[in-house]
């Protein structure tokens, strides 16, 4: 090839840590040809606080409030997980109702995370009027932690073996309440979006990820069913009685972006559906199990694995029978489903790159842990 | 047909404006205007810390049971004691509790076997130096006394 000065070279630069749109501290480098996209590799660690070494070194609970800062926008489902994987070392289970409060609380958490991913999505996309409206209701869930335990982030909600506390007075007329309002709110969203054009040029056929290379990652939740794997924890392996609860699987075939939000759109929709039914049928009784004071779980290990709003979350806890875990890890999501970035990058342009590390829905406390 | 017509009049566009311009009206705002108007708290809300004290005589409820300083992950509080020959009581002498550290989870609440500590609506804590943030026995019992700067 002659050389003139017209010639382009490829060029390799750094997204992030600071651009506000890999949403935290997520470095990517980019190896580009003029606009379009050659290569990436992600830069991880920023936020790395060593939240599995330091359970090394806590009681099982002490370490409970720890796990909330994994995932700092679903506090309330990383918190079921590790609850249950200490319970199910320890051999109990919640009582009935702790169970039906738990399902209430994660099912509204998937709503707050699944609204803000939206919100800052469509911002990322130019869109900036969805993310006002999302803060909106999510402000309804919070404010439901606030009253139900005290606090709007990092709840702390759930205890090993239950609840620390029982339900305030009009919860459940809140979380009725809210299922009215939110669903409207969604077709609200909807109509601002889905078939604004603007929105599904940038997003269709955007980071493309067929199923074959979803299995290939480990990609979970939202994005393996916008690919058409019907696959969802709740229904497969159930826990906290989610096989009570009648509720679809939204799937989409392309596994595009736009398919990505077409299925988190339906997904917020039956959570509310759960939420109702939860609620609806709430049993009376006891909230916490037997469990003693000071937690001393027997030698063994136990794997537990729940659908987060981002995927398969899972805590792998080994137990060598004293009163703090010997090893405990835990399988983030947004960890396993960022290694496709990649591959769903490739060849697209780098405004897409933004579209696609929006749809992955990553946070970076959780990658980096 | 139809399709051209609608791209042309930008409907899809129109659509979303009217979304945008249904919630003008000023009762649907919910902007909270922070410091002008005050944020409702829940009840079980986990704020700044509190020693309560026996509203009769003054005197803490605290009884140095060490129980709190125990329960807490970051091992944040300080209870220092002294035993009273007298009435071979544990008399409390200082309570340190450094809220820069705290992640309000409120295990040392649930662990006080008197309800002596107590977590409280109170959310503004912030102060100018590290220091400011470590509270002594006295803000504990009497809240957090807004400091006067002059310049
Ligand atoms: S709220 Fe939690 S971190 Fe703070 S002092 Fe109490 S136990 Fe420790
Ligand atoms: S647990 Fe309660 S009574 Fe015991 S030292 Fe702490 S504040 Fe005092």
């Not at chain 1, 750094?14 to 992600?42: A, F, W, Y």
């Not at chain 1, 989409?252 to 109702?276: C, K, L, P």
């Not at chain 1, 009163?323 to 405004?351: H, I």
């Not at chain 2, 220092?80 to 609440?109: A, H, Q, V, Y």
Request: proline share 5%; hydrophobic share 40%; charged share 25%.
């Amino acid at each position: 090839m002659a050389e003139t000065f017209l010639d382009s070279t490829e060029l390799v630069l750094n997204m992030g840590p600071q651009h506000p749109s890999t949403h935290g501290v997520l470095r990517v480098i980019v190896k580009l040809d003029g606009e379009k996209v050659l290569g990436t590799e992600c830069v991880i660690g920023y936020l790395h606080r060593g939240v599995e070494k330091i359970a090394e070194n806590r009681t099982y609970t002490m370490f409970a409030p720890y796990v909330d800062r994994i995932d700092y926008i679903a506090a309330v489902s990383n918190g079921l997980g590790y609850c249950l994987a200490v319970e199910k070392l320890l051999n109990v289970e919640a009582p009935a109702r702790a169970q039906a409060i738990r399902v209430i609380l994660t099912e509204l958490n998937r709503i707050g995370s699944h609204l803000l991913w939206l919100g800052t999505h469509a911002l990322d996309i130019g869109a900036i009027t969805p993310l006002f409206y999302c803060m909106r209701e999510r402000e309804y869930t919070l404010d439901i932690f606030e009253k139900y335990c005290g606090a709007r982030l990092t709840t702390h909600a759930f205890r090993i073996g239950g609840l620390q506390y029982e339900t305030y007075e009009g919860f459940e007329k809140e979380c009725l309440a809210f299922c009215d309002l939110f669903l409207p709110k969604v077709d609200e969203y909807e109509e601002l979006l889905t078939g604004n054009r603007i929105w599904r040029k940038r997003l269709i056929d955007v980071g493309i990820l067929n199923e074959a290379d979803c299995k290939a990652f480990g990609v979970t939740g939202p994005m393996l069913r916008a690919a058409g794997c019907k696959w969802d924890i709740r229904k497969a392996l159930p826990y906290c009685g989610y096989e009570k609860y009648d509720f679809e699987i939204p799937t989409r075939e392309n596994g595009d972006t736009y398919d990505r939000y077409m299925v988190r759109m339906q997904e917020m929709r039956q959570s509310a559906r759960i939420i109702r039914q939860a609620v609806e049928g709430l049993p009376a009784g006891p909230i916490t199990a037997k469990v003693p004071k000071v937690i001393k779980p027997p030698v063994g290990e136990a794997y537990v694995s729940i659908e987060a709003p981002k995927g398969e979350l899972g805590y792998y806890i080994v137990s060598d029978g004293t009163t703090q875990p010997y090893r405990c890890r835990v399988r983030p999501p947004s960890f396993v489903n960022l290694q496709a970035l990649d591959k769903m990058a490739r060849g697209s342009l780098v405004a897409d790159l933004v579209a696609i590390i929006g749809t992955i829905d990553i946070v970076l406390g959780e990658v980096d842990r | 047909m139809r399709t051209i017509l609608r791209k042309v009049f930008l409907v899809d566009l129109l659509q979303g404006m009217w979304v945008t311009f249904r919630t003008q009206h000023p009762k649907n705002i919910v902007t909270e205007q922070y410091p002008f108007e005050r944020p409702k708290i829940a009840e079980r809300y986990r704020g700044a810390p509190r020693l309560n004290v026996n509203p009769e005589n003054g005197q803490t409820l605290c009884i140095s049971c060490d129980l709190c300083a125990l329960a807490c992950p970051e091992a944040l509080i300080v209870v220092g004691w002294e035993r009273n020959p007298e009435t071979k009581r544990k008399d409390l002498i200082t309570f340190t509790f450094d809220t820069s550290r705290c992640m309000f989870c409120g295990l040392c609440e649930d662990a006080c076997p008197v309800d002596a500590l107590e977590l409280t609506q109170d959310f503004e804590l912030a102060s100018y130096s590290r220091e400011g943030a470590i509270f002594d026995r006295q803000i504990l019992e009497e809240g957090i006394q807004p400091k006067k700067y002059v310049f």
